[in-house]
Every structure is written in C-alpha cells, then in structure tokens.
Nanobody, 123 residues
Framework: QVQLVESGGGLVQAGDSLRLSCAAS????????MAWFRQAPGKEREFVAA????????YQADSVKGRFTISRDNAKNTVYLQMNSLKPEDTAVYYC????????????????WGQGTQVTVSS
C-alpha cells in the first residue's frame, strides 16, 4: 500500500510563490508515476502536472505552464510542486496522486491519493 501526505499549502497573495511537497511511503513508491491535481469548490478535479518515475519527463496543464514546475527526489521519496506567479484562480485543494500510467491527465489513472492541502490566493 502507498501512502501520500501533502504539505506546504497556505494563504498567499497574487504573484506570490508556494512549494507543495508530497511525502510518499510504501512498497516500490519510486516506481510510480506521480501527479498533482486540484479541485476548487463546485468544480471537478483537474490535472495540474505529472512526472514519470525517474523525474526526467514532466507534463503540465496549459493553465499552469510556465508558472508551475513538478519535480521529484527519489532519495527522499518526495514529489514537489513549485508554484510561482500565483493567481486567485489557482485557489483549490491540491492533491498528490500515484499511478502506473506515466503522464496521464486522467484522475482515474491514479489509484493512490493524498488527503489534499489547501492553497488560497487572494487578489
């Protein structure tokens, strides 16, 4: 079983930066593709970014391209989401996910999820 724990969320102003972390534990966690999704109130969960098992290939949603960067440190079993130039529309609960399909933008492709961390961006 894989456990994922997110941290790093908070309340910031537009234009600020935040770095989210996702600590993974369990068997063979470094073999999984990892991703970040987010869900705003009243909206569906949406793909933000993904990274393959080695960290060498990354994917981003168009809405965050150029502002958000996903990375992973397999020595620390941790995935990061560096978020720069934050906008009020980035406000959401951010979830870390693990799955076997590298680069998938579909939530159903991921079978392990964290509990989420709230990011609120004020204007």
């Amino acid at each position: 079983q894989v456990q994922l724990v997110e941290s790093g969320g908070g309340l910031v102003q537009a234009g600020d930066s935040l770095r989210l972390s996702c600590a993974a534990s369990g068997r063979n966690v470094n073999n999984y593709a990892m991703a970040w999704f987010r869900q705003a109130p009243g909206k569906e969960r949406e793909f933000v970014a993904a990274v393959n098992w080695s960290g060498g290939i990354t994917y981003q949603a168009d809405s965050v391209k150029g502002r958000f960067t996903i990375s992973r440190d397999n020595a620390k079993n941790t995935v990061y989401l560096q978020m720069n130039s934050l906008k009020p529309e980035d406000t959401a609960v951010y979830y870390c996910a693990a799955g076997s399909q590298s680069g998938s933008r579909r939530a159903v492709s991921y079978n392990h999820w964290g509990q989420g961390t709230q990011v609120t961006v004020s204007s």
